[in-house]
Nanobody
Framework: QVQLVESGGETVQAGDSLRLSCAAAGIFFSDRTMAWYRQVPGKRREVVAGITETGKRFYGDSAKGRFIISRDPAKDMQYLYLQMNNLEPEDTDAYYC??????????????????WGQGTQVTVSS
């Protein structure tokens, strides 16, 4: 059994910062590569930032230079964070965390039997 709980999203002004948090419970997430995703309405979820079990980081084009991903593993829990700086209206979206897999340098979502958390909404006004 797994559970994902994302938090930290809110409505902010352009240029502000936010820190998203994710609590990932379940053995499925132990020693897994993890990532933050955004769900653009009508489009597929895309990887915003990812981090491997060894701490290697990946950032999507929109996140480079502005966002920082980190993780804090604990027994049967993974805590994942996304520090979002200098936010732009284009960052407005629902953000989700989940496992990920990497193939040929490309990052893909990896979920447990289709399970995703509720996400956390980030709204950036200009």
């Amino acid at each position: 059994q797994v559970q994902l709980v994302e938090s930290g999203g809110e409505t902010v002004q352009a240029g502000d910062s936010l820190r998203l948090s994710c609590a990932a419970a379940g053995i499925f997430f132990s020693d897994r590569t993890m990532a933050w995703y955004r769900q653009v309405p009508g489009k597929r979820r895309e990887v915003v930032a990812g981090i491997t079990e060894t701490g290697k980081r990946f950032y999507g084009d929109s996140a480079k230079g502005r966002f920082i991903i980190s993780r804090d593993p604990a027994k049967d829990m993974q805590y994942l964070y996304l520090q979002m700086n200098n936010l732009e209206p284009e960052d407005t979206d629902a953000y989700y965390c989940n496992a990920a897999w990497v193939d040929g340098g490309k990052w893909f979502p990896l979920d447990y039997h289709g399970y995703w958390g509720q996400g956390t909404q980030v709204t950036v006004s200009s």
